[in-house]
């Protein structure tokens, strides 16, 4: 063992950030979504790092990349390699990069452990192309559900043509799933996307647990008019009952703040969409997390009686179609305390925090103990091109990765 060079893997880091991050489907904004060429492209850099670390490399049924070291009981590290539309380029990738250059430390100074380690790159964490979140860790953990085969991207796709486009073999899905007993657990390093490392004014937090999401499609239907010859009285206007559901969306959350609940319409198109034609129909998503699962229900439940209401008053109609739905997650206790305890190693203070994101630790915490440590980020921005976390903090974080697996024992 040979103490890492914090400055050095700080740098390391910022370089593989700054590689990965024109992997873009489009120039000027980050778009690089599940099964892409851009995901091809991304994979194949991660791949290459990955052998170079000395990992022997393998892609699964979904493109989950494996870059496998040393023998016995696998502890997983890994995180994911898509983004949201014009998101940033910390979001993901840190934690796949940290995995690799703690592998390769452990590697060059000839590390001799008791387990092994899979480091792991999720290609679809985001949802951003199908409607469908954590499907590659999902595979991983044995949990994929076969109803994802059949959705559909903004251009018709399914989810089972763009495996097969990408070379995959949608039949051989359940082969990813890892079995419990060959797994030890798994660990996740991310940027915090949040405010409240950086107003501890420190760099690392362990994270206590992941909040549960309900995600659904909402339609409200109405009918199309003439703007300039339907009278106020006489109209079904879908736009406008669209609208007052958002805001009973948000008065929901804000009843909710006891709970952290938050609540996002994010996505609205009203149709046909012209100027001069009353909605005929409208489309939105919502997004609503807490850590609580009965809270998080019942207050879903509360949306959709508000918004039967609103539609029997405006003569409308309404559907409601969950496609999203991820319980709240504890992480381990044990691992919670081993990763404290290796950020105290390294001289600060680890912060104990929710994470309001969804992550793929979540998934694997269905297959095995799951633990996360967070980075800092500056002003807590993230889902933005503005993100960004300082190469001192990454070093740092990796350092205590590092430190987290020289000590780490798994269980017998
Ligand atoms: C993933 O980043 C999510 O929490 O939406
Ligand atoms: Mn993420
Ligand atoms: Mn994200």
């Keep these: 063992m040979s103490a890492p060079d914090i400055k050095k893997l700080g740098a390391r880091a910022e370089a593989m950030i700054a590689a990965l991050a024109p992997i873009s489907a489009e120039s000027g904004r980050l778009v690089r979504l599940f099964l892409s060429p851009e995901h091809r492209r991304a994979a194949d850099l991660v791949a290459g790092w990955m052998r170079d670390a000395g990992m022997n490399v393998s892609e699964d049924a979904l493109g989950t990349l494996r870059g496998r070291w040393g023998g016995g009981k696998r502890l997983l590290i890994g995180s994911h390699l898509d983004a949201v ?20 430390h452990l590697a060059k100074s000839e590390t001799r452990l008791p387990f092994g380690i899979d480091v792991l790159a999720f290609g679809d964490e985001e949802g951003s192309r199908f409607p469908s979140t954590l499907s590659s860790s999902g595979a991983c ?16 796709v399914t989810f089972a043509d763009a495996l097969t486009a990408y070379g995959k073999n949608p039949g051989g899905i359940p082969s990813a799933a890892y079995t419990p007993s060959e797994v030890a657990a798994y660990v996740e390093l991310h940027i915090e996307q949040g405010p409240l490392l950086e107003e501890e004014n420190e760099p690392l937090g362990v994270v206590t647990g992941i909040v549960g999401q309900s995600r659904l499609r909402v339609t409200v239907t109405g009918e199309a008019g003439h703007a300039g010859t339907v009278p106020m009285n006489l109209r079904r206007d879908a736009l406008a009952g669209a609208a007052a559901m958002v805001l009973v969306v948000e008065r929901v959350a804000k009843a909710n703040a006891a709970n952290r609940m938050v609540a996002t319409v994010g ?38 009686h508000e918004a039967r209401g609103i539609v029997e008053a405006r003569k409308l109609g309404v559907a409601f179609e969950p ?38 630790a979540q998934m694997m915490a269905k297959l095995c103990q799951a633990a996360m440590m967070f980075v800092r980020c500056r002003g807590g921005i993230s889902h933005n091109p503005a993100e960004y976390a300082s190469p001192a903090d990454m070093g740092t974080a990796i350092a205590a990765l590092i430190r987290f697996i020289e000590r780490y024992r798994p269980k017998s």
């Excluded at 034609?277 to 509360?302: E, W, Y």
Aim: proline share 4%.
């Design 85 to 104: 539309i014009d998101g940033g380029n910390y979001d993901g990738p840190l934690g796949v990069i940290a995995g690799i250059l703690a592998v390769e």
């Design 267 to 304: 996505r609205i198109e009203a149709i046909p969409g012209a100027t001069n034609i009353i909605p005929g129909s409208v489309a939105f998503t919502i997004d609503l997390r807490t850590m609580s699962d009965s809270i998080r229900k019942a207050a879903i439940a509360t949306i959709q």
């Design 141 to 156: 953990a044995g949990a994929f559900e076969q109803e994802t085969l059949s959705l559909a991207d903004r251009n018709g």
């Design 323 to 360: 496609f999203h739905d991820a319980a709240a997650t504890i992480c381990d206790s044990a691992l919670q305390d081993m990763l404290a305890a290796a950020i105290t190693d390294m001289g600060h203070r680890p912060i104990a925090l929710p994470s309001g994101a969804g992550h793929d």
